[in-house]
């Protein structure tokens, strides 16, 4: 068996992307329509993946980033909105089972935010603020590589200045 590779996620309301990446890092990928997901998604979702992995490699892990909220304690999608589909059906758990590999589960804006923060950028800076665009606007605040949530996400003096305290702590409060 040669090198392995990972297996990622990236489910918004309009789209759903997926990609293999070895530990090279070269990958490969697939988009299709959310609405592609409507009737079995658990079932739908795990043939894509099969599509896509490369034979004779073993899998490591899965990522998902998703559209929010998330659970992070049961890895449970809360998106009845734009993700009713995912949506309370234990995606997380039911690919752990299926390929029997770690999945990670987050937010797509926090997992796009430490994936930039981690590999993307030429620099190594302390901290990272990560606005995605999509079918919704997504936000996420990485400080010393480590997203900032909740009641981490208040506000935090710097020599620079902040700006306006009212709207930077509102935009850290939604990642």
Same mark, same amino acid.
């Given at each position: ?5 990972? @297996? =990622?996620?990236? %489910? ?6 997926? #990609?293999?990446? $070895? ?5 490969? /990928? +697939? ?59 234990? @995606? =997380?758990?039911? %690919? ?6 770690? #999945?990670?589960? $987050? ?5 796009? /935010? +430490? ?61």
């Amino acid at each position: 068996m040669s090198s392995g590779f990972w @297996l =990622g996620f990236d %489910l918004g309301g309009t789209g759903v992307r997926l #990609v293999v990446v $070895d530990e090279q890092g070269i990958g490969t /990928g +697939l988009t299709m329509q959310t609405q592609e997901f409507n009737e079995q998604p658990l079932e739908r979702i795990c043939a894509a993946a099969v599509q896509l992995m490369p034979a004779n490699r073993q899998l490591l892990g899965i990522g998902i980033g998703s559209a929010g909220p998330i659970d992070l304690h049961s890895g449970e999608i809360n998106n009845d909105n734009s993700l009713p589909q995912f949506s309370h059906k234990g @995606l =997380g758990a039911a %690919l752990a089972r299926r390929f029997d590999v770690p #999945v990670w589960i $987050d937010n797509d804006a926090l997992a796009a /935010g +430490l994936a930039e923060f981690t590999w993307g950028l030429p620099a190594s800076p302390s901290s990272l603020l990560c606005v995605t665009l999509g079918t919704g606007v997504g936000v996420a605040m990485i400080d010393q590589g480590r997203p900032l949530r909740g009641a981490d996400a208040h506000h935090r003096p710097s020599s620079a200045g902040c700006g306006d305290l009212r709207k930077r702590c509102a935009l850290l409060g939604r990642s």
